[in-house]
């Protein structure tokens, strides 16, 4: 133990400090030194204003080291910009899907002579907005737009192409 520290102690009167402003500056400046002091990844700097139950029963001094802990006092987050304006899926799947079973003429699908068809994903769902919120749409839409052509023997050939299984 070095003397300042030493010397400090041995004024003290046995029994709880409640005052542990000195006492800290001197640990902090031995702390390296202490066996087990390195345990728990503890350096002597964090030492200021954490010390607990402070006892001196010479020859023994111990204390507690506080965690402080923090606590949220309220949750959510903060909507900085507006949320894009919502947008149901089901209506448009449910008109394309209509389009490619009765061969019907749309702006947003392109034949091919082999019985392909192309779905024009952005005359659907443009490419207007926050990009993650486009392609979460796309995707949706997609997704439910391959269960109703499935349902009648359609199946993606390619990205946003479908296909009518031939029967034998």
Not at 61 to 68: D, G, K, P
Not at 99 to 117: H, T, W
Request: aromatic share 8%; hydrophobic share 35%; charged share 25%.
């Amino acid at each position: 133990m070095k003397i300042p520290l030493k010397n400090f102690l041995s004024k003290l009167r046995p029994g709880p400090l409640h005052d542990t402003t000195a006492l800290e500056e001197l640990l902090k400046q031995v702390w390296e030194s202490i066996h087990g002091s390195d345990s728990g990844g503890l350096q002597g700097y964090k030492l200021t204003g954490r010390l607990e139950k402070v006892q001196w029963q010479p020859p023994y001094l111990t204390f507690s080291i506080s965690t402080w802990t923090a606590q949220i006092v309220s949750k959510g987050h903060r909507q900085l910009h507006a949320s894009a304006k919502r947008l149901h899926i089901r209506e448009p799947a449910k008109r394309i899907a209509d389009a490619i079973f009765n061969n019907l003429e749309s702006q947003s699908l392109k034949r091919y002579p082999d019985g392909r068809v192309k779905v024009l994903i952005g005359t659907v769902i443009p490419a207007e907005g926050y990009q993650q919120t486009v392609a979460g749409r796309r995707r949706r839409f997609r997704a439910l737009l391959e269960k109703l052509l499935a349902e009648r023997g359609w199946f993606p050939v390619a990205n946003n192409t479908y296909m009518q299984t031939i029967s034998p």
